[in-house]
């Protein structure tokens, strides 16, 4: 099992900046796995934001809406990564989730019924 724990959500005006951050423990060891990123908001579906893929090498996907505004990065030996959100938009306004999947091939990434773990989620707000 892998516990992901989001922190860092909040109320910030148009144009501002927030970093989520989000922290796996428990069996975190995979040669193949893929953690990141994913909003809701009421009466929709978990859309896609950011995630990182390690199969081999480190690839990083954006969703087109977030692509270069947001930036995913990731501490391996703190077992966290980190969302970095600049230019914020009032459409960026959503519960964000923290997802962990394994095995995960290029075209499942984007995809939020391939990953297996989930946190609890964290609100961001963008509102004057």
């Known amino acids: 099992q892998v516990q992901l724990v989001e922190s860092g959500g909040g109320l910030v005006p148009p144009g501002g900046s927030l970093r989520l951050s989000c922290e796996a423990s428990?069996?975190?060891?995979?040669?193949?796995?893929?953690r990141g990123w994913f909003r809701q908001v009421p009466g929709k579906g978990r859309e896609f934001v950011a995630v990182?893929?390690?199969?081999?090498?480190?690839?990083?996907y954006y969703a087109d809406s977030v692509k270069g505004r947001f930036t995913l990065s990731e501490d391996k030996a703190k077992n966290t990564v980190f969302l970095q959100m600049d230019s914020l938009k009032s459409e960026d306004t959503a519960v964000y989730y923290c997802a962990e999947g394994r095995r995960l091939i290029t075209s499942s990434v984007r995809n939020p019924s391939y990953y297996d773990y989930w946190g609890s989620g964290t609100q961001v707000t963008v509102s004057s």
């Open positions: 428990g069996r975190t060891t995979s040669n193949s796995y893929a």
């Open positions: 990182i893929r390690w199969s081999g090498g480190k690839t990083t």
